[in-house]
């Protein structure tokens, strides 16, 4: 009997558990696991924080039911300020499905009295620590959301309105074509969602998609994990307000409009599935899809040109013409080519310039705008350049990487282009040049997670991993260049041809019986502890 009462109560201590697991422990597609009230209560209790520039103050008006908040930002210089926090008992990861979703109004005008975009941002995650001082010095950088001005120009962000790498559009500038921006309403608010899965993050508004990115990376999960709402601002005299935010189970946002720019991946080979020596990729520079997307990704407001050719997916022809010597990239980063201490790619191109210098940006720290890209910059006419991490040489094994090193024997083919490989070795780049004479030349060699600034020694960000890349790097007037015949493969493909440095791949071995964790864990107990109590029953009538 003792047994039989032992099993009974450890069962109930594990049903409780699961009750107490919190708003998602039953949850089903479209259930409402939080319905914000902008007053606090005690899973949500908003307040002022990080306010980092200026003299500004916020003031925030919520409603008498608590479904609405306008938060205005007061000052005479542009500052940085969010009003909100966490959600207690919702988390991101692996496996876990949302949908945020509200209403979002955005009220600011210039000196003239027009109406302009009032840099204000909503967040939905927030970190761990929230102390005051943590969350002004560092943990603001961890917060992912939406910022600009929905139907004047926007970007999908992270921080204090940092534009973060997006699918299809967003990097390092705001999005201004009306054609890809969104009506408001006659009280001009939108309708926006936020949808995560996993560590992806797609935004609609008004039902319509307008890009994605994994946001909730590794490294942002080990600081930002819980879920959260907080509106940003950014100029004195802008407001913002968020209404009838709720958080459901799974994605609630049903048959979307995918405007003509999207289109469902580009075509990339599996890693695993290729060979050492297979293609991965080829860029199609005509389209805009979800997998590879090119765009400005830190423009400078100078003149430019793209021209392609229908006949050469991968062929581009880049003229910059402007009053001053700025830098602009262009490009995309590939999604599904990921940089990792067991990869192995080559990325190959020809580029043909006049007298002036551009650069071919081939790996980027991820979630991180282009201008941390890694490149190879220079003159491929007359054969001067060097390796750049954004537009700054870096220290490197072979040189100090301070000044542009010049080759006199750099080869051009019939049409004027120079070819290039670069071999990523894991998180090691070696730069290739095809000389005079056919023969691949190593000119640089760097360690990618251990690259500094040469003028001071600052290490560039990498903590979040890194991304295989196409784009470029543009920096003097009037100037041209072009490129053509791009293309990625798989493997080291100069130095190791036959693949010898890869991993082998073996057949896979038969897990044993796996430990459950988290609910999984949970649901085994309670199955474990409600067979004990069958087998103490049982045990007992025999005893009988």
């Keep these: 009997m003792k047994k039989i009462l032992s099993a009974i109560l450890s069962l109930t201590m594990i049903l409780a558990l699961v009750a107490a697991m919190g708003i998602t422990a039953s949850a089903k597609e479209g259930d409402v696991l939080y319905e ?44 940085r300020a969010f009003w909100g926090g966490a959600i207690k008992g919702l988390t991101y990861g692996e496996g876990k499905n949302y949908t945020f979703s509200m209403k979002m109004a955005v009220a600011y005008t210039d000196t003239d009295g027009k109406l302009a975009s009032g840099n204000a941002g909503v967040f939905i995650n927030m970190p761990t620590n929230t102390e005051a001082q943590y969350l002004l010095d560092l943990g603001y950088k961890s917060l992912v959301g939406y910022y600009g ?41 939108v309708d926006i969602d936020f949808v995560v899965t996993g560590a992806n993050v797609k935004v609609f508004i008004n039902n319509v998609y307008i890009d994605e990115y994994d946001a909730f990376n590794t490294g942002l999960l080990e600081v930002a994990p819980n879920f ?15 209404k009838d935010a709720v958080v459901y189970e799974g994605n609630t946002v049903k048959n979307p409009t995918y405007p003509d720019y999207y289109v469902e991946g580009a075509s990339v080979t599996g890693y695993d599935k290729a060979k050492t020596g297979d293609i991965l990729f080829t860029p199609d520079f005509s389209r805009k899809d979800t997998g590879f997307s090119a765009r400005f990704l830190a423009a400078n407001g100078e003149k430019f040109n793209i021209t392609l050719d229908p006949a050469d997916k991968d062929y581009i022809k880049i003229e910059q013409d402007g009053s001053a010597e700025k830098g602009t990239y262009y490009g995309s980063i590939v999604e599904g080519l990921e940089i990792n201490s067991e990869t192995r790619y080559t990325t190959e191109w020809k580029v043909k310039t006049g007298a002036k210098n551009t650069g071919f940006c081939f790996a980027v720290p991820t979630l991180h705008p282009f201008n941390n890209s890694f490149n190879i910059y220079g003159n491929f006419q007359t054969g001067s350049f060097a390796t750049e991490h954004g537009s700054t040489k870096i220290t490197n094994i072979n040189t100090p990487g301070k000044e542009y090193v010049p080759v006199e024997d750099l080869g051009h083919d019939a049409d004027g282009y120079a070819t290039f490989r670069v071999e990523m070795h894991g998180y090691q780049a070696t730069i290739y040049y095809l000389n005079t004479e056919g023969k691949w030349i190593s000119y640089n060699v760097i360690d990618m997670t251990n690259t500094t600034k040469a003028t001071d020694g600052t290490p560039y960000p990498h903590e979040s991993g890194f991304q295989v890349c196409v784009g470029f790097y543009l920096h003097n007037k009037s100037l041209v260049a072009e490129y053509k015949d791009i293309n990625i493969y798989k493997g080291l493909i100069i130095s190791d041809p036959e693949g010898k440095l890869d991993p082998v791949i073996t057949e896979p071995e038969v897990p044993a019986d796996p430990v459950p964790t988290g609910d999984s864990a949970l649901i085994f107990a309670v199955v474990a502890v409600i067979s004990l109590c069958g087998v103490a029953v049982v045990a007992k009538r025999r005893e009988n």
């Design 36 to 79: 914000v009230n902008f007053k606090g209560d005690d899973k949500y209790a908003p307040a002022d924080f990080c306010l980092l520039k200026g003299d500004g103050t916020l003031a925030t008006t919520v409603s008498d039911d608590g479904k609405s908040a306008t938060v205005t930002y007061a000052g005479t210089a542009a500052g």
């Design 149 to 189: 001005c929905p139907n004047i120009r926007h970007v999908m962000s992270y921080g204090a309105g940092g534009k973060s790498i997006g699918s299809i559009f967003y990097g390092d500038a705001y999005v201004t074509d009306a054609k890809y921006l969104s009506a408001v309403d006659a009280e001009g608010f």
């Design 228 to 242: 959260g709402l907080s509106a940003y601002l950014y100029n004195p005299g802008a407001a913002i307000t968020i």
